[in-house]
Every structure is written in C-alpha cells, then in structure tokens.
C-alpha cells in the first residue's frame, strides 16, 4: 500500500481580525497516537476558546468543530486532508477568540485555509510499504544472486550468515517489488533457494 501524507510535524500561527488560529499538522498511525497528540495540544493551549481537529487514517475519518458552529470547522478541515489526498494525518486549529465574529463563511475560510497554508509549509511525502525478507542461497548460485541484489533497485542487504549449505541473506525491499523479486530468485536458483517472509 502507498498513500501521501505529511511530510513533517509543523506548527504555524496566523492573526484573522483580531483571533489568533494556530494550526498544527502531523502523521498519525493509530487512534492511540491521535488521543495522545490532541491531549497535548489541549494541555498546551489550555485557555484557548477552540480546538477544532480532522483526522483520516486509512478508512477512519473524523472532525469536531469543538463548539464553533456546526460545519464551519472540522468539516472544512477535513475536506483539505481529502481534496489533497492525505492520509494518516491529524490537523488541530486552536482559536484564541479576539472578540470579533467572522460568520460561517468566514470561519470555514479561516480554519480550512489554517490548515492549508500548514500543509504547505509542512511539505508531503509518499509512503510506500517495505518488507524483510530472509532468503536461504545455495552455494552453487550464490555468486548469481549477488550480482541480481546488486543490480535490484531500492533493496537494502542486510546481515549475512554462512551455513553448510550456502548462506542466509536479510533484505529490506518495497511490498510492491515482493512478487517480481520471489519468482526471479526462486527461476534464478531452479527452485533451491528458500523465501521466509518477514514484518511489514
């Protein structure tokens, strides 16, 4: 699997007629991390008026406005996350209410452009599984398979043991490259090298 998403925790602060949004971007992997990272913005920021947030990982979307109007917040928030195609990100804007009432639009235009300009300044990223293999090489094909790792594009070679058979080599390679590199090892070798799948 690969998706987009941001490319670095950022925070940023913009002035909108009097109140102060401040807007904060990061990856997230888990429902835990996003509990965790909202608690600390929370606790950081302790008298602000709001703390409107959108998060999408994977196929768990969610937003809370956090007391501003309905759909004027975390909705708006959100549909950045979806229109830029990111995934396993948190946003959070935090308001300091400067005494002047933006309206609906202008909020939707102050929290979701926030938000934005946060990305921007944040930067994306694509993020691509990787897999650890850990092959068995027969000695009689090993000066073979050597030559075809090198020549493998974005593969990393890890440690290498020796047994009275040939040797075991770790490897660190792209999910997507998994198929590609099994069959034309397991071809390169007739059939005598052995494949352990390894974590994701």
Not at 36 to 63: E, G, V
């Amino acid at each position: 699997m690969a998706y987009k998403t941001v490319a670095q925790m950022h925070q940023r602060t913009e002035d909108i007629k009097g109140s102060s949004f401040i807007a904060w971007v990061s990856q997230v992997s888990s429902l835990e991390e996003i509990d965790t990272d909202l608690a600390a913005i929370r606790a950081r920021y302790p008298d602000a008026s709001h703390h409107c947030y959108a998060y999408k990982l994977d196929q768990q979307m969610r937003f809370s406005d956090d007391g501003e109007p309905g759909g004027t917040a975390g909705r708006p928030m959100l549909e950045v996350f979806q229109k830029r195609n990111l995934d396993f990100v948190l946003g959070v804007v935090t308001r300091y209410f400067g005494g002047t009432k933006l309206g609906a639009g202008g909020l939707v235009r102050a929290y979701s452009g926030s938000l934005a300009k946060a990305l921007d300044e944040a930067g994306e990223m694509l993020v691509k599984d990787r897999l650890s293999i850990v092959i068995a090489v027969p000695f009689s094909v090993m000066d073979a398979v050597h030559r075809y790792l090198n020549d493998f594009p974005d593969l990393t070679k890890g440690e290498l043991s020796y047994t009275q058979t040939g040797m075991t080599i770790n490897l660190n390679l792209l999910a997507e490259d998994e198929d590609r590199l099994k069959t034309d090892l397991i071809n390169l070798s007739r059939g005598e090298l052995v494949w352990h799948l390894g974590e994701k």
